[in-house]
């Protein structure tokens, strides 16, 4: 019912900037929490940053703080990741998918509580 598509993904330099944009179908109580993760190469899928369907809930991991930004249109049509000042670190696919409110108020962000997953895509930072 709830379908999740992210766009935005690709190549960057270290230090530099992109944005990612997720579009989510429909908002119920299965996807009033939004959150994007990121899974590297031999590594787990990890969470990046999260937002509720009111914006008061906005979390973001500790690896992303200060440099990241999650924000929503005001339909909520649309939940963008604005990345800044990358490392090579951020290189990863990225996903973004929703969640139910614990999704929101969860510690750490966890992709447990996810319920809809976009395709991920994938985000690439080079020296």
């Known amino acids: 019912q709830v379908q999740v598509v992210e766009s935005g993904g690709g190549s960057v330099q270290a230090g530099g900037s992109l944005k990612l944009s997720c579009q989510v179908s429909?908002?119920?109580?299965?996807?009033?929490?939004i959150g994007w993760f990121r899974q590297a190469p031999g590594k787990e899928r990890e969470g990046v940053a999260r937002?509720?369907?009111?914006?008061?809930?906005?979390y973001y991991a500790d690896s992303v703080k200060g440099r990241f930004t999650i924000s929503q249109d005001g339909a909520r049509k649309t939940t963008s990741l604005q990345m800044n000042s990358l490392k090579l670190e951020d290189t990863a696919m990225y996903y973004c998918?929703?969640?139910?409110?614990?999704?929101?108020?969860?510690?750490?962000?966890?992709?447990?509580?996810?319920?809809?997953w976009g395709q991920g895509i994938q985000v690439t930072v080079s020296s």
């Open positions: 998918a929703a969640g139910p409110a614990s999704l929101c108020t969860a510690t750490p962000l966890t992709t447990r509580l996810a319920r809809t």
């Open positions: 429909r908002y119920d109580l299965s996807s009033v929490c």
């Open positions: 937002i509720s369907s009111a914006g008061a809930l906005i």
